[in-house]
């Protein structure tokens, strides 16, 4: 399977399954295009139809070329992967190696687009006691296996509403680990309000990576991200944020926006980031019912794709003006990315990643907490409904029939169960609006990857 | 030359920002 795209000056080609990326001239793109289809005279005469002013024998040599590519299998490559599905999560079955730790079911923002339900998760405002943390911690360890990096996440809610009992983990993590031979990778997810010294000083020697809550311009932010009076938090948390990058040398974290119906056009709002700043952005489609005010519709679709666009451009540009910034979903390494059985195995929800709740119930991610169908069990006895995590488990590129025409389907390795779940009702369903998403982005990715490979930023 | 081409059961030591192909290696 092949997919073949134009951006700027580049003619695209991915061999799906080789993972060749293969950067070709006019002809051969029109070549590769018929390639298939068509027997060699045709496929020339065409060709040579289309490009008068290049002579036969430079066509048939592109010609040459096609066929060595796929006789040397980096084009047309046959998918030979299927059986090897299952593999990498039949060979780590048990290991869990991430937990997201709800430490606060609680929040001190009411943004009204939140998938969490203004961080109570349809329940009971809790926050999660040290007891609690240090079993989970203790249930990551003694399921680990022989994982070394273990990764957890101080997740809400709004965490730092427990910073006491962040930190008290964090310092018994710290405790036990080289004992237990492990490396902790702790990450923090906030909205800012309650940053000050204290938390960046804890969270820069600690915390492997931060992710700030921040929508982009101060009208768009504020439409959503409000307190419980009403008041915008743009004003009270952009300056805390800045101080909090600047304290961490502008590295290891990520500003995260959503875009909404309210703003499709959020080129604009990575922009505002870039103008205050910021350079480490993650910038995401809400996630939000069909019919929410805030979800995006079809008519928002082909603004929000020319945005994706657009920032790749904007990306290549601003690296040639020696002013670089990085978009988490365009942050591929082609030649150090993700090996060929994690491609094919999925995310790991609900089998090596799991949400703990402030009272200990494990969940496969924190999108499906407070949905008890999907409660897997607790911490103190272990995961006891196998029948869902067999379901996550069978979850991979495969379990999709809708994936396996796609071209992009080793990029997102049948995408995010919860996305699926909630667009569908299944697990192993296809939210499609995601998709026609995650191709633009992926198109987009590779072409800014090959244009800084090929050293042609323009 | 009309082409320019650029990317043995797996570890699982990658990383499991947004809440897989950004990810990477590491082995």
């Known amino acids: ?458 | 030359k009309h082409v320019k081409t650029i990317t043995k059961g797996g570890c699982g030591e990658c990383q499991t920002a947004c809440k897989i192909a950004n990810q990477a290696c590491e082995n």
Not at chain 1, 100 to 109: D, E, G, P, R, W
Not at chain 1, 243 to 262: D, Q, S
Not at chain 1, 326 to 336: E, Q, V
Not at chain 1, 357 to 378: A, R, S
Request: net charge negative; aromatic share 12%; glycine share 8%.
């Open chain 1, 1 to 458: 399977m092949i997919h073949q795209y134009k951006f700027g000056e580049y003619n695209i080609v991915i061999d799906v399954c080789s993972g060749a990326l293969h950067i070709v001239d006019d002809p051969t793109y029109d070549i590769i295009s018929m390639f298939e289809a068509s027997n060699r005279d045709t496929v020339i005469s065409k060709t040579a139809e289309k490009y008068k002013d290049i002579s036969l024998d430079e066509i048939e040599e592109c010609y040459a070329q096609v066929a060595g590519l796929k006789e040397s299998g980096k084009l047309f490559t046959e998918d030979t992967f299927e059986p090897m599905a299952g593999t990498l999560k039949a060979k780590t079955s048990g290991v869990v190696k991430a937990l997201c730790l709800h430490i606060a079911h609680t929040c001190n923002l009411n943004c009204s687009y939140c998938f969490a339900s203004q961080g109570k998760y349809h329940g009971e405002r809790a926050l999660m006691s040290f007891d609690v943390g240090k079993r989970a911690l203790d249930f990551l360890i003694e399921n680990s296996g022989t994982r070394r990096n273990l990764e957890v996440d101080f997740f809400g809610g709004e965490p730092l509403m427990n910073f006491d009992v962040v930190k008290k983990l964090v310092e018994y993590a710290r405790s036990i680990e080289k004992e237990k031979n492990k490396n902790f990778r702790f990450t923090l997810t906030t909205n800012g309000v309650l940053v000050d010294k204290d938390v960046i000083d804890f969270a820069n020697r600690e915390m492997s990576n931060v992710v700030l809550s921040l929508d982009g311009r101060k009208e768009v932010h504020d439409r959503y991200r409000v307190d419980y009076s009403g008041n915008g938090s743009w004003n009270k948390i952009v300056p805390k944020f800045q101080e909090f990058v600047k304290a961490r040398g502008g590295k290891n974290y990520y500003m995260r926006g959503t875009f909404t119906h309210a703003n499709p056009d959020f080129l604009e709002d990575i922009k505002t980031m870039l103008d205050l700043g910021f350079t480490e952005l993650s910038m995401e489609p809400v996630v939000a019912a069909e019919g929410d005010p805030a979800a995006l519709t079809e008519a928002d679709k082909p603004i929000v794709l020319k945005q994706y666009e657009e920032l790749a451009r904007l990306m290549l540009k601003r690296d040639k003006e020696g002013r670089p910034f990085t978009f988490y979903h365009y942050m591929i390494d082609l030649k150090g990315g993700p090996c060929i059985y994690k491609r094919i195995s999925g995310c790991g929800s609900g089998t090596e990643y799991m949400a703990v709740t402030p009272w200990g119930d494990l969940y496969p991610c924190h999108q499906f907490v407070g949905d008890e169908k999907f409660k897997l069990g607790d911490i103190w006895k272990g995961v006891d409904n196998t029948a869902v995590q067999n379901e996550f488990a069978s979850c991979n590129v495969y379990a999709r029939e809708d994936c396996r025409d796609c071209w992009a389907k080793l990029y997102c390795s049948g995408g995010c169960a919860a996305n699926a779940y909630h667009s569908t009702g299944s697990v192993r369903g296809i939210y499609k609006y995601g998709c026609d998403l995650f191709r633009k982005r992926m198109e987009c990715a590779i072409a800014v990857a090959v244009a800084r490979e090929l050293g042609d930023a323009e």
